[in-house]
């Protein structure tokens, strides 16, 4: 019966790999976002809103609408979950809803929407990720993705940081 060695060489070879695969597992997990700093730290562009299974939307009534010479400019359809509990909804043939939202223990997320309550006011499953969002009540489905038009403002994201710790 032949016996299988390892060389010393090929032994510190698989420790360093093991190693740096586990150093790196938990820096990921350390540093991996929630989903409430997900939700919280980027605008939404909304792509669809359906209704009993209907697309209804998004159709926000916009006043005014800016380009870059590109033809590119900000999603006028956001959804936007702000730290504090403010929530900006997208209209249906109407202007911006506005409204509140807060999460569950469940990691669901409860809307009450000023307006058009029937479709937006409820208790939603979260799916979300870097770049895509996904929230699914028993009457409404809203699928968005992140907003990457609009830079990011550190010392206005400080700000609103600031404000939200000094409400609770």
């Known amino acids: 019966m032949k016996s299988f060695r390892i060389g010393i060489v090929s032994r510190i070879i698989l420790f360093v ?37 209907v697309l209804i939307g998004p159709k926000t009534d916009v006043f005014a609408y800016f380009q870059d010479i590109n033809g590119n400019g900000p999603c006028a359809e956001i959804c936007n979950f702000k730290m504090h509990g403010e929530l900006a909804l997208p209209g249906i043939n109407s202007p911006a809803i506005n409204g509140t939202w807060r999460i569950e223990e469940n990691g669901n997320v409860i809307m009450k929407a000023d307006s058009l309550e029937s479709v937006f006011n409820g208790q939603y499953e979260l799916d979300v990720t870097e770049q895509q969002l996904q929230l699914k009540s028993l009457s409404t489905i809203i699928y968005a993705h992140k907003d990457n038009y609009r830079a990011s403002n550190p010392l206005q994201d400080l700000l609103n940081w600031q404000r939200a710790q000094r409400r609770r």
């Open 17 to 53: 790999v093991l190693f740096i695969a586990v150093l790196t597992t938990i820096i990921y997990l350390i540093i991996k976002p929630t989903e409430l700093e997900l939700l919280s730290k980027n605008e939404w562009c909304v792509d669809r809103i359906y209704y009993h299974n």
